[in-house]
RNA sequence: CGGGGCGUGGCGCAGUUUGGUAGCGCGGGUGCUUUGGGAGCACUAGGUCGCAGGUUCGAAUCCUGUCGCCCCGACCA
């Protein structure tokens, strides 16, 4: 391809609505036009790019088995009510687009597939001779975003690869997510992006084991802990550690302490000579549920601890098998709502009465009452008494009401691991190009899809899903992979691996030898740009930095002596040579790399 | 959804406080000079100042409404 008929407008200044580097640089290079609120039109290089990561994963997931298919993007809401999402999807903070067709019928644009390929599984997929099978498609989604933000990463039309996996047995469902996993570390690999995989909550989609691949980068949205072996990494969301060891409380009988002003952890320990370890602090939140329910709901957490909102939402799911759509603090504002009288904010403790809710409009009358390890396995702690200023010094779990133990706690860098004490857990931003999952049978029992197994019985499929956000993964790469010039992209997904430029396009010895350097690439089957522009070398030079080709070369002054200077991107090296040589150098450093 | 900010040629911005009919840089076009790291000079095209009302002799500027976009948050009493 000519640069002069690529239609490649760059542009010097900064776009006012770019924040991080990544989503600069596409716009800058002429990769990414936004056309509305986290929409974009991908141009031709980006196109390009986007089609060589498509190539990657389809020759990796063809590698397994895996099948290509192309599903609706338009999906009828009542596959979505049958599966129990609709709602949870598409009212209060959904993330589904949805409308009406001429006939008032309810319709979703989906921003994922499991419902219509259980359906079709359903269909299709009647014994047991038939599994496993891997259906997969790249395929643009929609989610309506809360705030979409940062260009590609976090858009409300978006490019993903999905996966699914049908198997009659948990040993089958197991054999290929491990296998995904292989494919997904190849995948990124030759993608030339450094992932890491990671322990994962399963979020909205459900179900048991998963993992997330993050491309590490200062921009990513997740917070990754990793233990210094190597040997664990996990979402912030996700992670366990050791908490630190408490100290014991002194000696000395139960008793009542006045704690005027002392309405937090620090400064209750502050006037009173305690450690945060020795407390227990309560948290008083409203979950909502997909069923209607609002569940007033107290969180015991020992008082050194951070609530982790996500282990939260997943526990109370549990505890009253029901999705969680929101759960926040309860606020005074909501409890005269509630017609109820204030809460002892400040001095709440594990075991404030359900006769605080008496009485109120729509929440449920009694507290859900869900405790962490590390305040359950503290013998006598300090705890609010349920009175204003007032706490209790020595109390036990005794004479408390029962408690549902859960995992609540957020893990932080420094703590000490699981695995091994001795290793302790370090952080990193991570952005999430990839998420494996065994969902079990969740779908296809909601939507009835069964074969018949070995022995004739009627059974609900075994269900993986493995998805790769196909956008995002190629601004991540720039964020990867980028400095101040500009973008460098790696080698495997670069919309072109060598660029030539001819210095001085009035030289028609420049010119000639460029050309036939061109046309060399062009049939040794490289991806190769020419600039033929009319532009001062400075210009191109510039171009060729901002847009990020790999290999450059340029052909000048000594174009003469049939020599040209090769360039290298990424380390911005460069050497002054004859051309044969550097059209086998570059030829050799592409095939050698792909 | 809560808070903050911004809408002025294709892009980045000034002008708005104190109303007087629009300007700078980049980019585009033409010509001359220049020619290996975003050239110089000259000329030139391009804007109902997001939109709709209102105030006024007169509105980019003041008032009301509305739409769009960006940022922060939706956090532990």
């Given at each position: 391809m000519r640069v002069s008929r690529l239609m490649l407008v760059t542009l010097r200044d900064v776009p006012a609505?770019?924040?991080i580097p990544s989503h600069q640089l596409l716009v800058r290079g002429g990769y990414i036009r936004r056309i509305g609120s986290g929409i974009y039109a991908y141009l031709p290089m980006m196109w390009k790019v986007l089609r060589k990561i498509n190539a990657i994963v389809r020759a990796e997931l063809n590698h397994l088995g895996a099948l290509e298919t192309l599903l609706p993007q338009?999906?009828?809401a009542d596959l979505w009510e049958r599966s129990g999402r609709w709602q949870g999807y598409t009212?209060?903070?959904?993330?589904m687009f949805h409308l009406e067709d001429r006939q008032n019928r309810q319709l979703g644009l989906g921003p994922t597939h499991e419902e219509v390929i259980t359906e079709l599984a359903g269909d299709l997929?009647?014994?047991?001779?038939?599994?496993p099978v891997t259906l997969y498609q790249i395929q643009t989604k929609f989610r309506d975003e809360i705030r979409p933000r940062f260009g590609l990463m976090r858009g409300r039309e978006f490019i993903m690869k999905d996966a699914y996996s049908f198997h009659a047995n948990q040993e089958d469902l197991e054999n290929t997510y491990q296998a995904m996993a292989t494919a997904y570390a190849r995948i990124f690999e030759r993608c030339g992006l450094e992932a890491v995989a990671v322990d994962a909550d399963s979020g909205a989609i459900g179900g048991a084991a998963s993992q997330e691949y993050m491309v590490t980068?200062?921009?990513?949205?997740d917070l990754i802990l990793t233990s210094s072996d190597g040997l664990y990494a996990a979402n912030q969301e996700k992670a366990t550690s050791r908490p630190p060891v408490a100290l014991p409380l002194a000696a000395g009988e139960e008793r009542m302490i006045e704690t005027p002003d002392q309405s937090s952890i620090e400064q209750l320990c502050a006037a009173n000579g305690?450690?945060?370890?020795?407390t227990v602090k309560v948290l008083v939140l409203l979950a909502r549920l997909d069923d209607g329910r609002e569940q007033p709901t107290l969180v015991s957490l020992r008082g050194d601890q951070d609530l982790n909102e996500v282990k939260l939402a997943n526990a109370v799911s549990r505890s009253l098998n029901a999705a969680v759509l929101e759960i926040r603090p309860i606020s005074e504002n909501q409890l005269c709502q509630q017609d109820l009288s204030e809460f002892p904010f400040g001095a709440i403790?594990?075991?404030?009465?359900?006769?605080?809710?008496?009485?109120?409009?729509?929440?449920?009358?009694h507290f859900l009452r869900l405790a962490d390890a590390t305040a359950l396995d503290l013998p006598r702690f300090v705890c609010g008494a349920?009175?204003?200023?007032q706490h209790c010094w020595g109390?036990?779990?005794?004479?408390m009401p029962a408690q549902i133990k859960a995992d609540l706690r957020t893990a932080r860098a420094g703590d000490q691991c699981?695995?091994?004490?001795?290793q302790t857990l370090s952080e990193c931003r991570g952005i999430e190009v990839g998420h494996i999952f065994q969902l079990g049978r969740k779908y296809s029992e909601a939507l009835d899809a069964r074969f018949t197994n070995s022995a004739g019985q009627q059974e609900a499929l075994l269900m993986g899903c493995y998805g790769i956000g196909i956008s995002r993964l190629a601004q991540a790469a720039v964020e990867q992979h980028h400095d101040e010039a500009g973008i460098s992209w790696p080698?495997?997904?670069?919309?072109?691996q060598v660029i030539v430029v001819?210095?001085?396009?009035?030289d028609p010895t420049q010119v000639a030898l460029a050309e036939e350097l061109y046309q060399s690439f062009l049939d040794a089957g490289i991806d190769a740009l020419l600039d033929?522009?009319?532009?001062r070398a400075g210009v191109k030079f510039k171009d060729a930095d901002l847009i990020g080709i790999p290999w450059r070369i340029v052909v000048g002054r000594d174009a003469g002596e049939g020599k040209v200077e090769v360039v290298e991107r990424s380390t911005r090296c460069s050497t002054s040579v004859p051309h044969q040589e550097a059209f086998q150098q570059v030829k050799d450093s592409i095939s050698t790399h792909l």
């Open positions: 609505d770019a924040e338009l999906q009828p009212e209060g903070e959904g993330i997929l009647r014994s047991y001779r038939q599994l980068a200062a921009a990513g949205e305690l450690d945060p370890t020795q403790g594990p075991d404030l009465s359900d006769t605080a809710l008496k009485g109120c409009r729509s929440w449920e009358n349920n009175s204003k200023d109390r036990t779990w005794d004479a699981v695995h091994d004490p001795s080698l495997g997904i670069a919309p072109f001819i210095a001085k396009i009035q033929d522009r009319d532009e």
